[in-house]
Every structure is written in structure tokens, then in C-alpha cells.
């Protein structure tokens, strides 16, 4: 489902960029193929320097059909941003690709908080947001990180994952499961 980011999937991760209802909300846009494999080394460089995490989501034929990264990362916090290709909305790729994101953030790498920072107008991102079960609306709890966000301007919601909300969901998810196999 996830894998690291590499060279090879820029021209297929490319088309699917370009989409008109997705390249708008693309953070590192590119508006040619050589453009983006020049900002993919650039990522995958940054990974190196531990300033970001990055991953190419599959379908279930091993084809890139987007990226889920966490950027800006500061005392083991840092920022969502996800895309899907035109053609895999609404088939249930984003809430995979987020769940096996998620599980390595919080299990395997030292995150403790995935921030989300959701534009207004974009309804897409703040449905799929709300259906994560652990997921609260951060304007209040982290004001500055809601204030740097915006700047001048109130044109973002924030909502944050913490670990202890992760695990306390996943271990119940996991009790619940074991119920159910021992009744």
C-alpha cells in the first residue's frame, strides 16, 4: 500500500498531479515532468535529513496512485498532506493509505502529533478528516500553530492526531477484534 518515495513513479505519479481537482491542493506543485523529478529529489533528499517523511501510496496492482507525506516536522510534530489521484477518488485508498501512514509514524518512527491543516473551501480533505474517529479540531488547543498556519488570513482549520489518541483508538479497535474472535 505505502512505499518509500523513488524516481521510477514520477512519470505515472505526474499525470495524476496534473488533474485539475487535485493539482490546486498539491503543496509542492509542478507544472512539467522534469519539474517534478526535480522536486522528488528534493524530497527524497529532505527525508534524509529527517526534515520530512514521504511515501507513495499503491493501488493494489503495486501502481503509484499518489503521496502521503508529514512535513515541517518540530519536536516530533509535523504536517499531513495527502493526495490521491482523480481516478482512485472515492474508493477507499485515502483512509488505507492513512491508517498504514499513521501506524508507521506512531509505531516504528519517533512522531508524537500529525497536524492537518484543511483550507476552508476544501471540502474533500475536511470530510475525509472527520472520518478518522481519533481526529480533533486543534484552532484552540494550539493557537500559535493555528496563527501560523493563517498568517493575515483565516483561511485554514486545524486538526491534529496525537499519539495517545492513536493508540488508545488502535488498542481498543484490537480488544473489540479479540472479542468478537472469542464469542
Keep these: 500500500m505505502l512505499k518509500k518515495r523513488d524516481l521510477h513513479d514520477v512519470p505515472a505519479l505526474f499525470e495524476l498531479m496534473i488533474h485539475p481537482e487535485v493539482f490546486p491542493y498539491i503543496r509542492h506543485k509542478a507544472s512539467t515532468s522534469d519539474e517534478f523529478y526535480f522536486v522528488t529529489k528534493q ?6 535529513r529527517g526534515e520530512l517523511i514521504s511515501r507513495t501510496i499503491l493501488d493494489e496492482w503495486g501502481q503509484p496512485i499518489g503521496t502521503i507525506n ?26 488505507l493509505a492513512k491508517e498504514a501512514f499513521f501506524e508507521e509514524l506512531f ?11 484543511i483550507r476552508h473551501s476544501n471540502v474533500r480533505s475536511l470530510k475525509a478528516a472527520l472520518k478518522i474517529p481519533y481526529v480533533i479540531n486543534a484552532n484552540e ?10 498568517g493575515e488570513d483565516d483561511i ?5 492526531i496525537s499519539k495517545e489518541q492513536y493508540m488508545f483508538h488502535y ?6 477484534e479479540e472479542e468478537v474472535l472469542e464469542a
Aim: proline fraction near 3%; charge should be negative; hydrophobic fraction near 35%.
Design 43 to 48: 524530497t527524497l533528499e529532505a527525508e534524509e
Design 70 to 95: 508529514l512535513f515541517d516536522i518540530q519536536e516530533n510534530k509535523g504536517f499531513l498532506a495527502t493526495w490521491i489521484g482523480q481516478p482512485y477518488f472515492g474508493k477507499g485508498y485515502n483512509k
Design 107 to 117: 509505531f516504528h518512527l519517533d512522531v508524537d502529533g500529525i497536524f492537518m491543516k
Design 141 to 150: 488547543l494550539y493557537p500559535e500553530v493555528h496563527q501560523w498556519i493563517n
Design 156 to 160: 485554514y482549520d486545524l486538526y491534529m
Design 171 to 176: 488498542y481498543g479497535d484490537q480488544s473489540s
